[in-house]
């Protein structure tokens, strides 16, 4: 069973909105409470790069790209982090992935695809 587990991408028209998931079975609760989660994309031909995290006291962080248009949440009940990404536009076309820090490893999940049509 993998570490994490995301979800929720798919095609869109440019405009519209998406909402991914990403939940974390097999992690102990406890643990899951203190980790900063983070979200990634990667575009074809491009290297990875940081969208949104936030921290086990919700604070939030969001690159210059998507600020104002996406959201990051979490719900520690349920082991999962979320990113409501508004107003999207082609450039945000890319594999989203979620990350955590597991003591110095960094730990990803399989990503999900978002394209956004013009």
């Known amino acids: 069973q993998e570490r994490l587990v995301e979800s929720g991408g798919g095609l869109v028209q440019g405009g519209g909105s998406l909402r991914l998931s990403c939940k974390a079975p097999?992690?102990?609760?406890?643990?899951?409470?203190?980790?900063?989660m983070n979200w990634y994309r990667q575009a074809p031909g491009k290297e990875r790069e940081s969208v949104a995290s936030i921290t086990s006291g919700r604070i939030t962080n969001y690159s210059d790209a998507v600020k104002g248009r996406f959201t990051i949440s979490r719900d520690n009940s349920k082991r999962t982090v979320y990113l409501q990404m508004n107003s999207l536009k082609p450039d945000d076309t890319g594999v989203y992935y979620c990350?955590?820090?597991?003591?110095?490893?960094?730990?990803w999940g399989q990503g999900t695809q978002v394209t956004v049509s013009s």
């Open positions: 097999r992690m102990i609760l406890s643990v899951y409470n203190t980790k900063t």
């Open positions: 990350n955590y820090d597991d003591y110095g490893s960094p730990v």
